[in-house]
């Protein structure tokens, strides 16, 4: 089946994918040569975290905190309330939560990794076992540094990136079953990330989600969501799983959220946030340690690490995130760059998802090996041929194990996130072009050794140097 057929247009007249805004503001962006880009790469140790921002031309690292806030986003940060404890401002976010995730308990932090760290010190620990259907980077580090287990079940179709398939984020429901049925004792809580950012930005069914709840449940075991992009998990639910087509955004996610004991979220991502996040839940015992932790470590329990201003600029940017016009916008012009770089030959996670493209280096680069870092000399070459920063979600990101030893990941790829509301179409046309020029050499680029990496979460500060020789002739 041709993606085509996963991606509906706002009008069958229309061929073109409009932004549902004007432009109120804009800020200047900063033109290098290729000689400045090779030095400032050079400089930074070959890794894209560590270049200054304002060298980078187009900035696809993250759509974590990146976006571009509303006009009523910006007037109601003017809103905003400092008290120390009570903030109306707490009030007005706490509310915009529960309208989409009626969870008892909401305990405010200042990103999603804050959320992480209060659970998985709480429940985590040596021996416990917690699946997912793919961690992403933070979310394992936070479990292993607890010493636990982090088990990844993602649905085998998840695994292979040409392969067409709906919701190829879904969790592996009865390679969970097994799980709990020989460790369940050992499992404190199960996960479903949505979408599922390490493989490739894909959703979940409801349908899934469901059978995920029934499964931990059965086994007396809560399951919660890693749901820093719903909105555009609840939009494929509504464009690609039967029986649900035409429903308002809102309350798929309202019904993703019942299948639910309780979540993480990243307000940096779907809801338009620069800063903040949550953990909620229903366990009464189980909130109650967690917010101990977060006053130890956040902030009061009404504000959690953030000022009354971002509280505010989140509460109305979950009203915005699940408007249909932005979300169809959202995933169409996300398809536009994929489908754009699939045409041109270049190997991508098919079918394209929701915040990102995801280019398979692994295929792209057959000539260079695995732990010689596929996907991190893709990534330098696109900054270095056209100041397009993207961001390595291989080996270097997974490969190390919790022994120091090394592996090659599950895929290497490279991911091109997409800021929220901040990009032109002209701007993506640019980046296609930068990747075909890419693709045309990719026989001549090197592979990597690391010669600098810190214990964990390597791949945000590790140092790099290409292995001569190692690229060929293609």
Known sequence: MSPDGYYRRMDSSFHTIIEPFRIHSVEPLHLTTQEERRQAISEAGYNLFNLPAELVLIDLLTDSGTGAMSRDQWAAIQHGDESYAGSPSWFRFLSAVQELFPF??????????????????????????????????????????????????????????????????????????????????????????????????????????????SVCHRHGIPLFLDACRFAENAWFIREREEGQEGRDIADIVREMASCADGMTMSAKKDPFGNIGGWLAMNDDRLAERCRNLLILTEGFPTYGGLAGRDLEAIAQGLKEAVDPDYLRYRIRSTAYLGEAVAAAGVPVVQPIGGHAVYLDARALLPHIPPLQYPGQALSVALYEEGGIRSVEIGTVMFGRQPDGSEQEGPMDLVRLAIPRRTYTQSHIDYVVEVVQRVARRAGELPGYRIVEEPPALRHFTA????????????
């Open 104 to 213: 008892r308990h909401v305990i405010p932090t200042h990103q999603g990794r804050a959320a992480e760290k209060i659970l998985f010190s709480v429940l985590g620990g040596p021996g416990k076992v917690i699946p997912n259907n793919t961690h992403f980077d933070t979310t394992r580090a936070n479990v292993e540094f607890t010493g636990a287990e982090a088990v990844d079940l993602v649905i085998p179709e998840g695994r292979e990136p040409a392969l067409i398939h709906p919701f190829k984020g879904n969790i592996d429901t009865a390679a969970l079953d097994q799980l709990l049925q020989r460790r369940g004792r050992d499992v404190p809580v199960a996960f479903v990330t949505i979408t599922n950012n390490s493989g490739g930005g894909q959703p979940v069914s409801l349908a899934n989600l469901k059978e995920a709840s």
């Open 463 to 474: 140092r790099f140097t290409p292995i001569s020789g190692s690229g060929v002739s293609g």
